[in-house]
């Protein structure tokens, strides 16, 4: 080794950015970091023996009763967050140094956390922005319902480490409580954490989770409570912290603890000699290169270097020594051939002669923050080249409703390119009707509504177009409006159909309702949809207790409806589009039955047929009656035939009887002969008439 373990020790500590002290079982300074130090422009040891408390009032901590008292007498870790004057927030953690149960020293930690801060609220703020960093997060994060501060309710959200580490599918975590995952033992914490929160709105603690296998491992939760969709919400991010924990306990039981404490970190650690030969790595730096201990120790750290990490090395020798401690990026090969971008903090080493020996370095992964980056940078390119491609007009507006972005298509919409529009007043385009509706839709903009709102718009050439608006609020993070984005579409042509199809519709159901005869349209179920005025004068029923009914249920007789389903079934099998003509009965709302006539046809392009009854029961009387008539007039006929038979043959006999007997009364009798048979003419005349007649009537009922 380059240097001894107290050494190195010391030079472990004093290159690490938090400010770190040791206090003894009083509260009293015993030894602080070079961080630690700095803070304060004083000599080397010129705190040592001063209290905690002392150092609080340099740094301008007001923290009230001294944290590693607080320790002291519960003898658990003490943390609080503090705010200093120049806006700066720390987090001091003491953690007490416990031998035969008794507190002999104290370890203290402040770090500046103002970065990290801003970094929570930035997240509050826009959660779908950084859901793939929420989702990509080495630590499990929860979203709880805080509704009721007695207790957590369900989890929310949770992000996929924490599906990992839990062991639960995402969908299962979200029936569960912070309850169903935490250790029996540290049930009754939880009421007081709740009560904590609901007044500080921040806490960090720790305790025992268990996994779906049952294994429990101690944790390291930060909650937040905001409001989320005017919800009281809690966001907690929880670390498995089972290594650090086990670390820190043989930090406190064995000399070691400084190493301990190096090894736990999530930064790669490696000293390198004046020759850039690893002597040391922590064991992040190996899983980081993907190495064993024993394939990166002894090695160059240069082996590791990209070309263009050469380069930056081959700039930095250029340095002057005391310039070395600068930060500076690096990329790393790993043993699978991958790439690693690092965040290198160097410090240089120097033997009691004050001779460089080499370095010190801490190397912090940021492979995944710059490929979050470039994936926001792509992303932001990505939607822009939808926005510019899009087939509807895109428009940004400022608070006083001047435009500051449109893309192409919307400048093609009002036929101006971007130059003459930007900076010009939206209602500047508008019809003087829009001009008013869009005032106050600004109103309501401005309030927070996103409703979608027609309105028309003058192209250059002064036609005017039919626009639908999409638009949605913007406000800063105040919550002051800062003006809105929009999606125009333009409706113009699709309104003159829909005007079309309101007149050809108007003129179809004027044509329905003022047909000559009652009419019906049925669906595909045989459902009644529309019926006219003389369709309800014909059954008797209104509209309201026809329409929704089965036609042959509501109007057939019983012992037809049978059959007349069946016939509808096979006539929409058929699918035919000619119409059907077909005579059958209906019983109205008073019991009556008439004959009807339908003549039914499907309507193109639809499943609905259309069906015309005629009510042909009066005709049906009289063709009744016709027949009667006829039949009655073809037996007078025959009688009438049969009655002429009759009448000749006497007439045959007294003629002859003339002939032989009677002369004297011959003449006589021979005139009233000639007078019968001219009344016989005339029935033969009467007769042939009847035959055409009943031929006629015969013509007329087939």
């Known amino acids: 080794m380059i240097v001894d373990s107290d050494k190195l020790a010391k030079l472990h500590l004093d290159i690490i950015d938090e400010h770190i ?17 700095k803070q304060f422009k004083k000599a080397r040891e010129g705190l040592a023996g001063n209290s905690c408390e002392d150092y609080c009032k340099f740094k301008g901590f007001n923290i009230g009763e001294c944290l590693a008292k607080k320790a002291k007498k519960t003898k658990k870790k003490q943390s609080v967050d503090i705010k200093i004057g120049d806006g700066s927030i720390y987090q001091i953690v003491v953690y007490p140094i416990i031998e035969n149960k008794k507190v002999n020293e104290f370890i203290e930690i402040s770090r500046d956390i103002t970065e990290r801060k801003k970094a929570e609220e930035e997240l509050e703020k826009s959660e779908e922005k950084y859901r793939n960093l929420f989702n990509n997060a080495n630590d499990a994060i929860f979203l709880i319902d805080f509704s009721n501060p007695e207790r957590p309710s369900k989890f929310l959200d949770v992000n996929n480490i924490g599906c990992q580490i839990y062991g639960y599918s995402r969908e299962e975590i979200l029936q569960m409580t912070p309850k169903d995952i935490t250790v029996s033992d540290y049930h009754s914490e939880i009421p007081g954490i709740m009560k904590k929160l609901s007044i500080d709105e921040h806490i960090t603690f720790e305790m025992k989770h268990i996994n779906k296998n049952g294994r429990t491992f101690s944790v390291e939760i930060s909650s937040h409570v905001f409001v ?22 043989e930090l406190i039981k064995s000399e070691e603890k400084y190493r301990t404490l190096i090894e736990t970190m999530n930064e790669g650690l490696a000293i390198i000699d004046k020759n850039n030969v690893i002597n040391f790595t922590n064991l992040k730096l190996p899983e980081m290169l993907g190495l064993s201990f024993e394939e990166l120790n002894g090695k160059k750290i240069t082996d590791f270097y990209t070309e263009e990490s050469h380069q930056v090395l081959r700039e930095l020798t250029k340095r002057k020594r005391e310039e070395m401690s600068d930060k500076f990026e690096l990329s790393l090969r790993r043993k699978d051939g991958s790439i690693i971008n690092v965040i290198v903090s160097p410090r240089p080493i120097y033997n009691d002669e004050d001779e460089f020996t080499g370095s010190l370095g801490v190397l912090t992964d940021i492979t995944e923050m710059k490929s979050a980056q470039e994936a926001l940078e792509e992303s932001e390119k990505k939607y822009r080249t939808i926005i510019e491609t899009m087939n509807d007009g895109f428009a940004i507006i400022d608070a006083n409703n001047l435009f500051t972005f449109i893309n192409l298509k919307f400048q093609e919409i009002l036929g101006y390119d971007d130059d003459y529009l930007i900076g010009r007043l939206v209602s500047d385009f508008h019809t003087k009707e829009s001009r008013e509706i869009f005032n106050e839709q600004i109103k309501m903009r401005r309030k927070g509504h ?13 036609i005017v177009i039919d626009t639908l608006i999409s638009p949605k609020p913007l406000f800063d993070d105040q919550g002051k409006y800062i003006g809105s984005f929009a999606v125009i579409t333009d409706i113009t042509e699709m309104k003159k159909v829909v005007q079309e199809h309101i007149k050809s519709g108007t003129l179809y159901r004027t044509i329905f309702e003022v047909a000559g005869t009652a009419n019906v349209i049925i669906d595909e179920n045989n459902l009644i949809k ?55 009965k209906m019983l109205d709302k008073q019991g009556n039955v008439h004959n009807i006539l339908s003549y039914v046809s499907l309507i193109p392009e639809t499943k609905d047929t259309i069906t015309s009854l005629l009510d042909i029961t009066e005709l049906k009387k009289a063709e009744d009656i016709r027949r009667l008539a006829y039949n009655q007039i073809i037996n007078n006929i025959q009688e009438f035939a049969n009655l002429i038979d009759g009448l000749r043959n006497p007439l045959s006999v007294i003629q002859g009887t003339i002939d032989l007997e009677l002369d004297s009364w011959k003449d006589v009798i021979s005139t009233q002969i000639k007078k019968i048979e001219s009344i016989a003419e005339q029935i033969d005349l009467r007769w042939a008439e009847s035959e055409l007649f009943r031929n006629t009537l015969v013509e007329q009922l087939q």
């Open 450 to 462: 996103d409703e979608r709102f027609e309105a028309s718009f003058i192209q250059k050439d002064g």
């Open 530 to 584: 529309l019926v006219n005025s003389k369709m309800e004068k014909l059954t008797g029923y209104t509209k309201e207790e026809l329409v929704g009914r089965m036609l042959e249920y509501q109007l057939a007789p019983e012992e037809i409806i049978e059959k007349l389903i069946i016939y509808s079934i096979d006539r929409r099998k058929e699918q035919s589009q000619e119409h059907t003509v077909f005579e059958s």
């Open 21 to 37: 002290i040791f206090l003894d079982s009083e509260c009293k300074i015993l030894h602080m970091n070079k961080a630690a130090k």
């Open 228 to 249: 989320l969709d005017d919800e009281n919400v809690i966001l907690s991010i929880v670390r498995d912290i089972t290594n650090k924990k086990k670390a820190e306990e």
